[in-house]
C-alpha cells in the first residue's frame, strides 16, 4: 500500500531532492531492523536509499554511502512571510533549479533526472502526482514553465533550510 505521493524529484551526482505528499498510512508505526519503532513512511524511504546504495555500489564494485549528508525531512504546508508564493512552491522551484545553479546543465530541460520534464510535458510517462500538486498550489503548466527558470532570492532559499 502507497503511503505517499510523489510531488517532484531531482536526482543530483551527490544528493536528491523529494517532495512528497504523506498519507494516513506513513505515519503508522511499525518496527526497524533494530526493533524501535518508527514511522512506516521513514522505514520506508530507508529501505528506498538502502536499496538504492546497493544497487549502484554492486554495479560499480564500490561500498559505502552515495550521498553526502543525511536525509532532512521538512513540513512545506506554510507560507513564506505571508507572502503570494507559498512554501510548497518556492520547494518545487528550488528542487528542479537544483542542475542549471549547480551548472550542470544550462537550461532545466537539459536534465532528465528531475519531474520537471514531466511537468512541462517533455515527458509523458512518470510517477509525480501532478493533479496533486496543480489542485492544492493552484499553478497551471504554463505557470510552472514561465516560472520555473526564475532564479529564486537568496533570502528565500535561505528559508528553505
Known sequence: MPVADIISYCLMPNHFHLIVHANASSI????????????EFAYRIGILQSSYAQAINKKNNTSGSLFQ??????????????????????????????????????????????????????????????ELFLNVTGLTVDAIK????????????KKLF
Open 69 to 130: 549528508q543525511k536525509s532532512k525531512a521538512k513540513i512545506l504546508s506554510e507560507d513564506i512571510d505571508g507572502r503570494k508564493m507559498s512554501y510548497l512552491e518556492n520547494c518545487f522551484y528550488y528542487v528542479h533549479q537544483n542542475p542549471k545553479a549547480a551548472g550542470i546543465v544550462d537550461t532545466l530541460a537539459g536534465w532528465p533526472y528531475s519531474s520537471y520534464l514531466e511537468y512541462v510535458g517533455l515527458r509523458e510517462d512518470g510517477f509525480c502526482n501532478k
Open 146 to 157: 514561465c516560472q520555473t527558470d526564475w532564479d529564486l532570492p537568496d533570502d528565500d532559499i
Open 28 to 39: 503508522k508505526e511499525r518496527s526497524s531492523f533494530g526493533g524501535k519503532p518508527m514511522q
